[in-house]
């Protein structure tokens, strides 16, 4: 078990927060900054929570160096009321964008695209099991796409673009749900970023969406009322009631990311535990990693076993030793460890220790 008799925690989302961030929001919660009112209770329209917003906003532009013409929003719905809203918004009538469809969330956002228009996933590898990302020579954006969409990392899968996909110059569309701050990425290169926040940024119930100068001036007549990014650009994300709990919690993890070396920190941190972990599925035929060395994630660490009835075996003794989350997804099956930025050196240490000594006993 980890400190505070806290389960070593590997789940894919809504994932581990830094321990001192979880203790600081819990002090929170009978008066927040001592305004009187707890944090689950402050209203969304005083300025004890305009300061939160506004401080959350800012952390953000700071850590991924968002250009100041950018809009920065924070909603709800998840990444999957973005595959259909970022359509809606970018696509003209009738219009034309292009997906790489590298796993299941870049197949369910084709999906809700093609209810706009036309919309094609000029690459796919599902006939491959989605092991690995494109190469830029691997595909050819359509002339008339107005965007091409990707999923910057698969957490399904365990893969993930370790560069920026050539978009034929067209403007590019990201979902960077689980490695949004976690990860380089370059925000100047896309026009529109969306990610959920419960795997590298708080906790569940908030959408980051980060919009350029192009996205955000995309305007359609008659588009519902939560669904237009106007009517939340008008309003400062606070068009209704937000997530203020989510958001206050985001602001704190941010500030955890700020006090322990920025962004590069992060992914500095990420790639050790990623590689440890990876150094012992490289070390013998016993493991069998998935994705494909060139395009493995740093964020979700995908394996099976060499003989696969032992997995439910690894399953077990992992949580009687304090491990937990490491079920691989339904439709995958096998192991995934998830090491977003609230996941600790130590957890990963106390992994690899006892996947060294599973080998040596079932080997």
């Not at 700071?62 to 973005?82: H, K, N, R, W």
């Not at 190469?135 to 560069?163: I, K, M, W």
């Not at 008659?222 to 985001?250: A, C, E």
């Not at 500030?255 to 990623?274: D, M």
Request: net charge negative; aromatic share 8%.
């Amino acid at each position: 078990m980890g400190p505070s008799g806290r389960i070593h925690n590997f789940g894919a989302g809504p994932a581990v927060l830094p321990l001192e961030v979880v203790e600081e929001v819990a002090e929170t919660l009978p008066n927040l900054g001592g305004s009187g009112f707890g944090l689950m209770e402050v209203s969304h329209r005083s300025q004890t929570f305009q300061d939160v917003i506004d401080s959350a906003m800012s952390r953000l532009r700071g850590l991924i160096a968002i250009p100041d013409d950018y809009e920065v929003l924070f909603l709800q719905g998840g990444a999957s009321t973005q595959f259909y809203m970022s359509a809606l918004n970018l696509m003209s009538e009738g219009g034309m964008a292009d997906y790489l469809v590298t796993g299941i969330w870049s197949k369910k956002a084709l999906v809700e695209a093609n209810r706009i228009g036309d919309a094609s996933g000029v690459w796919d590898d599902s006939g491959s099991g989605f092991r690995s990302v494109p190469s830029d020579g691997d595909y050819s954006v359509r002339d008339g796409a107005e965007y091409l969409h990707y999923t910057s990392n698969n957490t399904l899968f365990g893969t993930q673009f370790h560069h920026l996909p050539e978009s034929g110059g067209k403007p590019r569309v990201v979902d960077a749900s689980s490695d949004i701050c976690g990860a380089n990425i370059d925000v100047s290169e896309h026009d529109l970023i969306y990610a959920g926040a419960q795997k590298n940024l708080g906790p569940s119930g908030v959408t980051v969406v980060i919009l350029s100068p192009w996205a955000s001036s995309r305007r359609k007549e008659g588009l519902p009322t939560m669904l237009d990014y106007q009517t939340h650009i008008s309003k400062g994300s606070m068009f209704n009631t937000p997530n203020t709990f989510g958001i206050f919690v985001l602001d704190r993890v941010l500030a955890w990311v700020e006090r322990n070396g920025g962004l590069e920190g992060a992914i500095g941190r990420n790639s050790e535990k990623s590689g440890v972990l990876y150094d012992i599925l490289d070390s013998s035929d016993f493991w069998r990693p998935h994705a494909d060395p060139g395009c493995r994630s740093m964020m979700n660490v995908t394996w099976r076993l060499a003989d696969e009835s032992l997995e439910q075996v690894f399953l077990e003794e992992a949580g009687d030793s304090g491990m937990g989350g490491l079920k691989g997804h339904r439709s995958v099956g096998g192991i995934r460890a998830s090491l977003y930025n609230g996941c600790p050196i130590e957890s990963v240490e106390a992994l690899a220790s006892f996947m060294t000594d599973f080998e040596s006993r079932h080997g």
